[in-house]
C-alpha cells in the first residue's frame, strides 16, 4: 500500500536526499541537502513522500504510515513570492519530483503532484510553477496533458552546466510550468474532463528517440540539435504570445507540444 504524506523528521529527509542521488546520479556540488529540506519546511515549502508500507525491511512499528526505509518517492517545494502585482503574492516553485524506478507508471507521480496541490491550497495558495527540460517526453505529458499546467516562458540553459545524468551534458534549457491550482482548467483535467478545445496555431516536436539520442555519445549531437531547433520555435512563439495549452503522443511515440493563445480562463 502507498502512503502519501509530508515527511517528517531527519531520517526521511535524508531518505529523500538518498532518492534524489539515485535518481539523477548528481555529483555533491549539485545535490540539494537535508537541512535544505528541512529549511524549505520550516518556511512555507513541502516535501511529500510516497511511502510503500509493505516494504520488506521497513520497520514494523512505522510500517502503517511509511519510514524513511520505505520511501519511494517525493515532491519538494520552495515557497517564492510574485512581485509587481498590486501585491505580493506567495507561491509554491516545486525544485524536485522523483519516484524510485520500479515504482513509476503506476501513478504515483501524478499523486504526489495532487497532494501538493491539496496541501496548498488548503494554506491558500493558488499558482505552483517549477521548471522542466523540454526533451523529456514523459515529464512533458504528465505536466501538461495529466495535470493541466500550462507554460508561457523559455529559459535558456537555467542551471548551467548539471552533473545530472538525465540532462546528457546538454544545455539545461527548461521550459517554465504554471499550475494554477484552482482554475478551471486544472479542475476539469484532473477531474478527467476533457481539456477545452484550442486553436493550435504552432506544434513542436520531440523525437521519440530523444532519450536514446541523449545517451549516447555518438548521437548525442542529434539531441543537441533538437534542443536548438526547438528552443527557437519555443522563443518565437513565447514571443508572439502563444502558450503551451496541451501536449500529445503519435504513433511512434514522438512528443507534440501545442501551443495556442491562452484565454483568461486557463
Ligand atoms: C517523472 C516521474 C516523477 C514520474 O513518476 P511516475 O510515478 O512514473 O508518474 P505517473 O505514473 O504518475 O505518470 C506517468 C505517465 O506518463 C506516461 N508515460 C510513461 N512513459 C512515457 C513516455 N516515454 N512518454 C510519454 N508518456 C509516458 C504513463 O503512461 C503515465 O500516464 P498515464 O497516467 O496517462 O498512464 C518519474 O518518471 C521520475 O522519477 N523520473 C526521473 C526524475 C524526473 O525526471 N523528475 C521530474 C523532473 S524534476
Known sequence: MIVIRECVGLDELEACVHLQIETWGYDPGDVVPRKTFLVAQKIGGQVIGAFDTETPSA?????????????????????????GQSEPKAYLHSHMLAVKERYRNR?????????????????????MEWTFDPLEIKNAFINIHRLGATVFC??????????????????????????????PRVQGIIAGRPAIRHVIEERILVPA??????????????????????????????????????FS?????????????????E
Open 249 to 265: 503522443l503519435d504513433a511512434e511515440g514522438n512528443g507534440v507540444f501545442e501551443l495556442g493563445a491562452p484565454t483568461w480562463t
Open 209 to 246: 528517440s530523444i532519450y536514446e539520442w541523449k545517451a549516447s555519445d555518438e548521437n548525442r549531437k542529434r539531441a543537441l540539435a533538437v534542443q536548438q531547433e526547438n528552443r527557437l520555435k519555443f522563443q518565437k512563439a513565447f514571443s508572439q504570445g502563444l502558450a503551451v495549452l496541451d
Open 154 to 183: 523559455y529559459r535558456e540553459d537555467f542551471y548551467g552546466l548539471s552533473s545530472s545524468r538525465l540532462q546528457g551534458g546538454l544545455p539545461t534549457d527548461r521550459l517554465l510550468a504554471e499550475w494554477r491550482l484552482d482554475s
Open 59 to 83: 520497520t514494523p512499528a512505522t510500517s502503517a504510515s511509511g519510514s524513511p526505509e520505505s520511501l519511494v518517492g517525493f515532491a519538494f517545494s520552495l515557497p517564492g513570492v510574485k512581485t
Open 107 to 127: 501513478g504515483l507521480g501524478r499523486q504526489l503532484k495532487l497532494e501538493q496541490r491539496r496541501e496548498a491550497l488548503s494554506r491558500g495558495i493558488r499558482l
